[in-house]
């Protein structure tokens, strides 16, 4: 004979709860009805903004040396939150390295880096996200689209598909860029191509936007769009600090500066404080140790036949 099949054990009449999904973060998005020179402003909302007395970036003893060469030597520097900040000084003087260094593409030699309170070496994944960074002669993937380079800025920088879309539409108008955007970036005039990179540094939402000469090879017009919407960003909260040669431009928007002349910074404060009852080109002659000496070229005044 064969065994008796075992009787089914009892179902219950309840199925078991289903586990709660996971509910991802609501991403910002900005009012479809926003106007085009207040987009960058609805753009950039998002993460709780620090405390009001900790400062958007802090330099303390930042120094760094290529061989026997100092290119920065112990540079202190302050920014508030909400601060337009321009850092000039002649050509070799250590702009660059400490704009560098600032964004985390170079490891200081001594010395700490804060931005927003989170110090740059020990915690440089929250340090770079609350960044947006245009570097001085940047290569990019200019063979790609200017919609496809800004998707892609966004993705990489942890935004959705969808966001990364909508935003890249947004910022473009904003630069005056849409109709641009279906062309390879490689087909883009210089101040197209400042302008992409620019919005592909904002597209995340940055607390500090960390430009190295942005307005360099840009048209007046292009300058004119480029400086609207970071004084939009800046009014909203943000902070920018930038490197020009633009004394006349550095006067007229920025509330604070520094001048950084081999490696030092000879003097930082607010645009008033630092030119003194000169204009601030005066004042940066002055510090970069005034004008060349022409003697000896009084044979240019020659000619040749």
Same mark, same amino acid.
């Given at each position: 004979?064969?065994?008796? =099949?075992?009787?089914?054990?009892?179902?219950?009449?309840?199925?078991? =709860?289903?586990?709660?999904?996971?509910?991802?973060?609501?991403?910002?998005?900005?009012?479809?009805?926003?106007?085009?020179?207040?987009?960058?402003?609805?753009?950039?909302?998002?993460?709780?903004?620090?405390?009001?007395?900790?400062?958007?970036?802090?330099?303390?003893?930042?120094? /760094?040396?290529?061989?026997?060469t100092t290119a920065v030597?112990?540079?202190?520097?302050?920014?508030?939150?909400?601060?337009?900040?321009?850092?000039?000084?002649?050509?070799?003087?250590? /702009?660059?390295?400490?704009?560098?260094?600032?964004?985390?593409?170079?490891?200081?030699?001594?010395?700490?880096?804060?931005?927003?309170?989170?110090?740059?070496?020990?915690?440089?994944?929250?340090?770079?996200?609350?960044?947006?960074?245009?570097?001085?002669?940047?290569?990019?993937?200019?063979?790609?689209?200017?919609?496809?380079?800004?998707?892609?800025?966004?993705?990489?920088?942890?935004?959705?598909?969808?966001?990364?879309?909508?935003?890249?539409?947004?910022?473009?108008?904003?630069?005056?860029?849409?109709?641009?955007?279906?062309?390879?970036?490689?087909?883009?005039?210089?101040?197209?191509?400042? /302008?992409?990179?620019?919005?592909?540094?904002?597209?995340?939402?940055?607390?500090?936007?960390?430009?190295?000469?942005?307005?360099?090879?840009?048209?007046?017009?292009?300058?004119?769009?480029?400086?609207?919407?970071?004084?939009?960003?800046?009014?909203?909260?943000?902070?920018?600090?930038?490197?020009?040669?633009?004394?006349d431009l550095v006067e007229?928007?920025?509330?604070?500066?520094?001048?950084?002349?081999?490696?030092?910074?000879?003097?930082?404060?607010?645009?008033?404080?630092?030119?003194?009852?000169?204009?601030?080109?005066?004042?940066?002659?002055?510090?970069?140790?005034?004008?060349?000496?022409? =003697?000896?070229?009084?044979?240019?005044?020659?000619?040749?036949?």
């Open positions: 004979d064969s065994e008796p =099949e075992p009787e089914p054990e009892p179902v219950s009449d309840l199925a078991p =709860e289903p586990e709660p999904e996971p509910v991802s973060e609501p991403q910002p998005v900005a009012d479809e009805s926003t106007e085009d020179d207040t987009v960058a402003a609805a753009v950039f909302t998002g993460e709780e903004a620090p405390a009001e007395d900790v400062p958007a970036l802090r330099l303390s003893g930042v120094t /760094k040396a290529f061989g026997s030597a112990a540079v202190d520097l302050e920014i508030a939150s909400g601060s337009f900040f321009g850092l000039v000084g002649p050509n070799g003087a250590g /702009k660059t390295t400490t704009l560098s260094m600032i964004a985390g593409l170079l490891r200081p030699d001594a010395g700490q880096v804060e931005i927003a309170g989170v110090d740059l070496a020990g915690n440089p994944s929250a340090a770079k996200a609350s960044m947006g960074v245009l570097p001085d002669r940047l290569r990019t993937f200019d063979r790609l689209t200017g919609r496809q380079l800004l998707h892609y800025y966004g993705v990489l920088r942890g935004l959705r598909p969808a966001v990364a879309a909508e935003r890249a539409a947004e910022l473009a108008r904003a630069f005056e860029l849409t109709a641009a955007l279906n062309r390879p970036v490689s087909d883009y005039s210089a101040g197209m191509t400042k /302008k992409v990179l620019l919005a592909g540094a904002m597209i995340h939402a940055p607390r500090l936007l960390v430009l190295d000469e942005p307005f360099e090879a840009v048209d007046p017009v292009s300058s004119e769009v480029i400086l609207g919407i970071l004084s939009t960003y800046v009014a909203s909260g943000g902070t920018v600090i930038l490197s020009s040669h633009g004394m007229r928007v920025c509330d604070g500066v520094a001048v950084i002349v081999g490696g030092q910074v000879l003097a930082r404060g607010s645009v008033d404080e630092v030119r003194g009852d000169h204009t601030l080109a005066e004042r940066f002659v002055q510090l970069a140790g005034g004008r060349s000496d022409v =003697e000896g070229l009084e044979w240019l005044h020659t000619y040749s036949d």
